[in-house]
Structure formats: C-alpha cells, structure tokens
C-alpha cells in the first residue's frame, strides 16, 4: 500500500476520513488489498484509530459506495476526461472516484465534495498539479447529474458472462441490482427472535433471522456486550439448520473462522470441534465464543491431515471465490479473476473426500459455499456422487429454510441468489449467494 498521508490537527472538517478512503481505494485497486483489511487486523490503516465512531463509519461507507458503483463512476470520468488520467498522479483516479461518489448518492452537498476532494489532490505531491482538473470534472458531473447507473456497468464483464450462463440473463441483471445497494445488518439472536427485533427495530425472518437497517457501530446495540446475538447474513445462518437436532451430538466444523456457525452448533447444544488452518482466524473465533458464553473445542490444524473423528455430523463451508457475498464485500469483483473460480474447485475437492472419512457410516455432511459459481456448488456435489458410493444426497425440503421454495433446487439442494427475498425497502432486501448440500454417509 502506498504510505498514507498525514495530516494535521486542524485539518478540514471531513477532510481526514476522505484522505483514508482514497488511500484504501486504492490500496484496494492499485495494490489488490482486500477491503477488510484495511479496517481491521495487524495491517489496519494507520489514521482509522484515531477517528470518531461516525467518521469510521463515513470512510468505509465511502469506499463501499464507490466500489458498488466502480463501473459506472469510470464511464462517466472517463466521458469526462479528454485525455484520460495523467500517468504520474496515481492516486488522481481514487480522489475523483470518492468525490463522484458524494456527489451522485451520497448525502454530501456538492459544493463540499468538490472542495474536499480538491483539498485532497492539493495535499499529495504527485496530484497537487492536476487540482484544477478535479475540480472542473467534478463539477461537470454535478452540473449534468448523469441518468441512474446501470448495474451492468457496475459488474466486471467475467462475473456478467458467467452468471448469465448460470442462471440467464434476467437473473444475471437482478443479481448485480441487489449488489448496488448496502446490505441490512442480519443478526443470529440466541432465543427470542421476535422480541429482539422489536428492541432493535427490526424484523424477524422467517428463516429465524433478525434483520434490521445498519446504524452506528454494532458494538455499541443492545444486546452485542452481552453476548445476546452475532452477526450473520440470513443464507450462511442456513446450513446449520440443515443438520437438524444436534443436541449431544459430535459436531465438526471445518474450516470454521470466523465461528458465526460454530456458534450456532454450540448454542444448539452440538460438541463441536471447531478446525480451521489459520491461527489468526482462530483468535478471532474464540473472542466471539468468549463474548457468547458459548464453548467449542477449537483446534488449529489443516484439515486434510488432521486426525480427528469419526463424527455425528461434520459441516464443511469450504474455502471459495467468495463471489456470493459481493452485497456485504464490493471489492470481491476487482480481487478475483475467472481463473481463481477453477483454482478454489481444485482445493476443495480434497477436502469434501476428507470429510467423508470423517463422518461416521449413518452420519451427516453438509457442504455448503458462498460462491454464485456452480464448480464450486452444484458441479462438486455431482462429482462427488460419481466417485463416492459411501454418500448418498438427503435433499432438503422449504420448510427446513423458512418456508422459501425459492431457495431449494430440483435436486434437493439449497441455493439462495442476492436478488432472493425481495423488499420494497432496498436496505431490507436479499441475502448473500450460498449453496448447500446434505449428504448422508451410508
């Protein structure tokens, strides 16, 4: 990532959280960083610490918006850039694409975004010479106010080809409309689902979880001190649900960080052993298991050569191109290629055999992923059924998930799309792309 600015005490009001969001989109574009990292962990940006719980917010919100509408704030810069951008002010993109993004949907006047981002340009070396520049596009964009964007310009060409192919172009287009808008807050409450959707004004889902519009820091709603509920979108609180009655029953949990479904098999009464390759990850898990009262034997090791088991059940969410969670992550597009989708297939086909031989003969698999691509859903469970006769599928029925037809495929299978759970409210509407099957081991 390049070094961040620094500025000092008496800076502009606004002006800090503007300078962070450029420098993390572009460590995002420029140096392939994902998002989350910028906010959290050991390579958190420098400057967020010292903001205020509002500004924090306003930073992510402002690199979020601008990587949902990536494709069409270029169109509409490259439109208005007659010689495209200068090849020795890189970080020229960024500042236009934070500024155009306050002036087209976010609740900024314009005359402060242009001022802002002008301020920005002044204040790095390299682009300080180009801030008239800035300063007459964005103005442009203001004055022109270009027609509502086309989600399809917001969907790199590779994901469109793909999904189309998938699902039909119809679909395709309703998926990368539900990306274009900020997902709800969706929380796994330990009991009282109603009640608790009414103390956060929210609502309950008919899947069992709550969802209401996010606002302010999570840390800081009823509920999260004492250990009441998690955070976890409504498809990936699923394929728990899948397992059925786990009480007393020995659970495995492959691949198990950040724990929100570790959670839920603990709560359920399940002994879980929760395994997953990355220590740090691990952490992270157990501090969320600590916050619930909840206990799980967690264990730090590779799966594939881990020695543990047999098991009642074993829940494997494999390791994926992650392209069904683009709502919650926008950076996912501009990280991944076509190319890395037959990469993680590879790596789990290993591990789907591993947790074969981990469940015991009359036990319970479920795989699941949050990949839209079927080589990492539908096409790893039938070739798994070619290969393996120790498995057969235990397809899944809409009342095991909420009563949503929608949800299960011909086969059995669970599959929920971004686009699914429609709501007139945007910020209520649609949950992640997961897929899941149920096996049994015979």
Same mark, same amino acid.
């Given at each position: 990532m390049s070094r961040p600015q620094r500025f000092p005490a008496t800076d502009v009001p606004g002006l800090a959280a503007r300078r962070i969001a450029v420098d993390i989109l572009d460590g995002v574009l420029r140096r392939h960083r994902p998002l989350d990292d910028h906010f959290d962990g050991e390579h958190v940006h420098p400057g967020l610490p010292v903001l205020a719980d509002r500004d924090r917010a306003l930073v992510r919100k402002l690199v979020a918006t601008a990587l949902r509408r990536l494709g069409t704030l270029r169109h509409l810069l490259d439109a208005a850039l007659d010689r495209g951008y200068p090849a020795d002010a890189p970080r020229l993109e960024a500042i236009l694409l934070i500024g155009a993004a306050q002036i087209l949907w976010l609740d900024v006047p314009d005359h402060a975004a242009v001022d802002l981002a002008v301020r920005l340009a002044q204040a790095d070396r390299r682009a300080a010479r180009y801030a008239g520049l800035i300063n007459a596009v964005l103005r442009r964009i203001a004055r022109e106010r270009p027609a509502a964007a086309d989600a399809r310009l917001d969907t790199p060409d590779w994901l469109m080809r793909r999904w189309s192919r998938t699902y039909g172009r119809a679909k395709a287009r309703a998926i990368a409309a539900a990306h274009s808008h900020e997902p709800p807050l969706d929380l796994t409450v330990k009991n009282d689902a109603a009640g608790? &959707?009414?103390?956060?004004?929210?609502?309950?889902?008919?899947?069992?979880?709550?969802?209401?519009?996010?606002?302010?820091?999570?840390?800081?709603?009823?509920?999260?001190?004492?250990?009441?509920?998690?955070?976890?979108?409504?498809?990936?609180?699923?394929?728990?649900?899948?397992?059925?009655?786990?009480?007393?029953?020995?659970? &495995?949990?492959?691949?198990?960080? #950040?724990?929100?479904?570790?959670?839920?098999?603990?709560?359920?009464?399940?002994?879980?052993?929760?395994?997953?390759?990355?220590?740090?990850?691990?952490?992270?898990?157990?501090?969320?298991?600590?916050?619930?009262?909840?206990?799980?034997?967690?264990?730090?090791?590779?799966?594939?050569?881990?020695?543990?088991?047999?098991?009642?059940?074993?829940?494997?969410?494999? #390791?994926?191109?992650?392209?069904?969670? =683009?709502?919650?992550?926008?950076? =996912?597009?501009?990280?991944?290629?076509?190319?890395?989708?037959?990469?993680?297939?590879?790596?789990?086909?290993?591990? =789907?055999?591993?947790?074969?031989?981990?469940?015991?003969?009359?036990?319970?698999?479920?795989?699941?992923?949050?990949?839209?691509?079927?080589?990492?859903?539908?096409?790893? =469970?039938?070739?798994l059924l070619e290969r393996e006769p120790r498995v057969r599928r235990q397809p899944i029925s809409a009342a095991e998930v909420g009563g949503f037809a929608e949800f299960v495929t011909e086969t059995g299978d669970l599959r929920t799309l971004p686009c699914h759970l429609g709501d007139p409210d945007a910020r209520m509407a649609g949950l992640d792309g997961f897929y899941a099957a149920r096996l049994q081991r015979l």
């Open positions: 608790w &959707a009414a103390r956060l004004r929210g609502r309950a889902l008919a899947t069992g979880t709550v969802r209401l519009i996010a606002h302010g820091p999570v840390a800081r709603l009823p509920g999260y001190a004492e250990g009441a509920w998690w955070v976890q979108d409504a498809a990936a609180a699923l394929p728990v649900r899948l397992l059925g009655d786990v009480r007393s029953r020995k659970v &495995a949990d492959l691949c198990a960080a #950040p724990g929100g479904k570790t959670a839920q098999l603990a709560l359920a009464g399940a002994q879980v052993a929760a395994v997953d390759r990355a220590p740090s990850r691990l952490a992270r898990l157990n501090e969320n298991l600590a916050r619930l009262s909840l206990a799980a034997d967690v264990i730090a090791a590779d799966v594939l050569t881990w020695q543990g088991g047999p098991f009642d059940a074993v829940l494997v969410d494999a #390791p994926c191109s992650s392209t069904g969670t =683009i709502r919650r992550h926008p950076d =996912i597009p501009y990280l991944k290629r076509d190319e890395d989708v037959a990469a993680m297939a590879a790596l789990q086909r290993p591990l =789907i055999d591993r947790a074969v031989d981990l469940t015991r003969p009359g036990g319970t698999l479920v795989y699941c992923s949050c990949s839209l691509e079927p080589e990492e859903g539908e096409a790893q =469970i039938a070739a």
